[in-house]
């Protein structure tokens, strides 16, 4: 069984570029989550991906969406980057069947100059 | 507004010595509670789990306690090791929302040796 991983594991941009960050779930697992955790804080929910749709959306602006492949891999883009997303990306795989454990990629650093 | 917080910012024991950490989370919908510990540069990891229509729940070396009166979690780790040094996480489902977590800011266990 492998766990989620996510590429890249670094990455800088400068403000107003677009960004596109990958992770692979857990094999066996549907469902892919995306969360952003800056410095010092918990993650924060951006979205989820379900069937290749997306379900369900946490505070984050449409400059942020994502993808989910038919092997349930999933992107994440970012547009017009800002200084303020800056941050660690990560990636959470589960099972859809009601609430379920989530397993976390390692996330990727992102630097936003 | 609602939110899943964490009483202390950072804890520190004495190697061998019982941990305890607790979180508070104000929304009645949560049903589904995970703690996760993250190490530095890692993802989170999951540690334990517990759903709403129980009050206690046992790992190796884990055990979380439910206060669904008081909206009170606790995180309790036996005979702590060095290893168990990182920051831990509550999170929370809502019922209804898939699965959608929401994080508080996490506390900081230093395990002295």
Known sequence: ETGVTQSPTHLIKTRGQQVTLRCSSQSGHNTVSWYQQALGQGPQFIFQYYREEENGRGNFPPRFSGLQFPNYSSELNVNALELDDSALYLCASSLWHGTNEQFFGPGTRLTVL | ?113
């Not at chain 2, 993250?38 to 229509?53: A, H, T, V």
């Not at chain 2, 909206?71 to 090791?81: D, E, F, G, P, R």
């Open chain 2, 1 to 113: 507004g609602e939110s899943v917080g964490l009483h202390l910012p950072t804890l520190s024991v004495q190697e061998g010595d019982n941990s305890i950490i607790n979180c508070a989370y104000s929304n009645s919908a949560s049903d589904y509670f995970i703690w996760y510990k993250q190490e530095s540069g890692k993802g989170p990891q999951f540690i334990i789990d517990i759903r709403s229509n129980m009050d206690k729940r046992q790992g190796q070396r884990v055990t979380v306690l439910l206060n669904k009166t008081v909206k009170h979690l606790s995180l309790q780790i036996a005979a702590t090791q060095p290893g168990d040094s990182a920051v831990y996480f509550c999170a929370e489902n809502r019922l209804n929302t898939g699965n959608q977590f929401y994080f508080g800011t996490g506390t900081s266990l230093t395990v002295i040796p």
